[in-house]
């Protein structure tokens, strides 16, 4: 990253990169999850990550993505559109040498309009003011990204809470400060579009 670039750290919490630190640049709409929001989430999926497939769509950080890789996911591909933050989760997946972090530049609907490759787990954290929370939600159903029994991990601010699609049904909800997390269950068996 050029010097012009401020530099924040996330670290990652648990599995073989425990306490390893993920760098990235500080841009508008880039806001990490915080780690005790993080540790919550990874221990309700911890039953669920050996061997997952996860998708990050707006990846920011990483620490998703890197984070499920960390704990154990076969798999996981990170799609970002801003240049700084591809730049900063490739250097980091260079630097853990994490051969199974595929890393996608481009806006998350068009990744969404791509042919469909279920994965057992997503997180979707869209920066809060896009907008993009809903659409993504309905793609992600609409075309069946999410295989039968798959996760799907949101963030939104507390006070809108995320209009689940059909066949989903939300598991696990907390919030932290001004923001809402919740963990909901593809629970229909319908075949993809």
Same mark, same amino acid.
């Given at each position: 990253?050029?010097?012009? #670039?401020?530099?924040?750290?996330? %670290?990652?919490?648990?599995?073989? /990169? ?6 990235f640049?500080?841009?508008?709409? @880039?806001?990490?999850? +915080? ?6 989430? &990874?221990? /309700? $999926? ?8 996860? $998708?990050?769509? &707006? ?13 154990? *996911? ?16 490739? =250097?980091? %997946?260079?630097? $853990?040498?994490?051969? #199974? ?5 481009g806006?998350?609907?068009?990744? $969404?309009?791509? +042919?469909?490759?279920p &994965?057992?787990?997503? &997180?979707? =954290? ?14 992600? *159903?609409?075309?069946?990204?999410? %295989? ?15 209009? @689940? ?17 919740h963990?909901?269950?593809?629970? #229909? ?5």
């Amino acid at each position: 990253m050029g010097q012009d #670039t401020k530099r924040s750290t996330v %670290r990652i919490i648990g599995g073989q /990169w425990r306490s390893r630190r993920l760098e990235f640049p500080e841009r508008d709409g @880039l806001r990490p999850t +915080p780690d005790r929001v993080r540790e919550t989430v &990874f221990n /309700w $999926l911890a039953p669920r990550l050996a061997g997952a497939r996860c $998708l990050d769509l &707006f990846a920011g950080s990483g620490a998703f993505g890197f984070e499920a890789l960390s704990r154990g *996911a076969a798999r996981a591909v990170l799609v970002e559109r801003d240049a700084k933050a591809l730049t900063a989760l490739h =250097d980091n %997946r260079q630097r $853990l040498q994490a051969e #199974t972090a595929e890393i996608v530049a481009g806006d998350a609907l068009e990744f $969404l309009n791509r +042919p469909v490759e279920p &994965f057992d787990i997503v &997180f979707l =954290d869209p920066p809060y003011a896009s907008g993009l929370l809903a659409p993504c939600l309905a793609r992600l *159903a609409e075309r069946g990204w999410v %295989r039968p029994g798959g996760y799907i991990y949101l963030e939104a601010p507390e006070k809108q809470p995320p209009a @689940l699609p059909a066949g989903w049904t939300l598991m696990r909800s907390k919030t932290a400060g001004q923001v809402g997390y919740h963990l909901a269950q593809r629970t #229909t068996h319908e075949e993809a579009v």
